[in-house]
């Protein structure tokens, strides 16, 4: 039996990259997609390197046309299309609701919610006639969790959670099984990233918070690497009949119970704390402080 194609967006690196690489020397037929010829020719030399084989196609999943084409193409390669996609490429943007403009919450949304709903449009037909695929979508905690300074980075998972579930119930008679991922923080290129996309600084409302950008790059360097993201997916696409949704890591866990249980005065005042839009009373200051080792 032939292996199973499996298109992985956005596999130039972090979780896109963990999941081609731990899919292909799983054993399967993996085709990811970049941005560009340059992240092509990267992507294969890094993927060559590991021993395995992973075929590329260029996508900017932004973009309908590039969409279009790459899975034309995508069509051609896997006789009529892919038995499963990862719906993984995305970016946070950050800023406060206040200092997020139109075409910045645009971008975010096109690229984490609208891209994937419109991937699922062109795989699904395929899927449907041989009554056998699976979409799985990489999400986040933040699709159940909104927080502050990443209010339009929430608002684009917590809408591609809603259409995921919805995509789920229907498409379930056509044999097609659709899945949510919902990692916790990874050390990835997202952050470093992000803090690029701050809104600027200086004439900022909330600058004394864009301010801290610096370290949460830098404690984002301690966070675990993208490989259990990269099982929770494995799994969905090995599992007979997989979760609608895995929840990866402890702290993602512990984040999503903690935000159903406590009242939302309690979750707004933590989290005000975690983001400096609230002083920390000196006693949890110097509990963080010992923390951070200071
Ligand atoms: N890291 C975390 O803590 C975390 C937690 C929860 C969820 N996630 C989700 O995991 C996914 C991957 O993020 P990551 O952490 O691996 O970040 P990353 O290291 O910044 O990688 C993002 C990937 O998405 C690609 N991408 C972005 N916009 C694209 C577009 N318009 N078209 C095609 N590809 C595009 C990037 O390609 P280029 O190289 O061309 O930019 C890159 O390959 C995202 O959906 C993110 O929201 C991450």
């Known amino acids: 039996m032939s292996p199973k194609s499996v298109v992985v967006t956005g596999a130039g690196r972090g979780i896109g990259l963990a999941v081609t690489l731990e899919l292909a020397h799983a054993g399967f037929d993996v085709i990811g997609t970049v ?66 403009d139109d075409e910045q919450a645009r971008r975010q949304l096109e690229t984490n919610l609208i891209a994937p709903a419109r991937i699922a449009r062109l795989v699904l037909p395929a899927m449907r006639e041989r009554r056998d695929g699976r979409i799985v979508n990489i999400s986040s905690v933040a699709g159940r969790v909104s927080l502050p300074m990443l209010g339009w980075y929430c608002a684009s998972k917590q809408g591609l959670e809603s259409v995921t579930d919805a995509l789920r119930m229907e498409t379930e008679s056509f044999g097609v099984k659709v899945v949510l991922i919902e990692p916790g923080s990874h050390r990835t290129g997202i952050w470093e990233q992000g803090a690029e996309l701050l809104p600027a600084e200086r004439t900022s409302a909330y600058r004394d918070q864009y301010a801290a950008a610096d370290q949460v790059v830098r404690d984002a360097r301690t966070l675990p690497g993208p490989r259990p993201v990269a099982l929770a997916v494995l799994k969905a696409l090995n599992a007979r009949r997989p979760l609608p949704r895995y929840l990866v890591g402890g702290g993602a866990r512990s984040a999503a119970a903690l935000d159903v249980l406590a009242p939302t005065a309690a979750t707004d005042w933590a989290k005000q704390l975690a983001t400096g839009l609230r002083a920390a009373p000196p006693r949890v200051a110097r509990a963080v402080d010992r923390l951070r080792g200071k």
Not at 50 to 58: F, H, I, P, Q, S
Not at 60 to 85: K, L, Y
Request: some cysteine; hydrophobic content about 45%; charged content about 25%.
């Open 35 to 100: 941005r560009t010829p340059e992240k092509d020719e990267a992507l294969r030399a890094v993927v060559e390197r590991t021993g395995a084989a992973v075929r590329t196609v260029l996508l900017d999943v932004a973009d309908a046309t590039s969409c279009v084409q790459a899975f034309t193409e995508i069509a051609m390669m896997t006789d009529g299309g892919p038995w499963a996609v990862v719906n993984n490429a995305g970016f946070a943007q950050p800023g406060a609701v206040e200092d997020v």
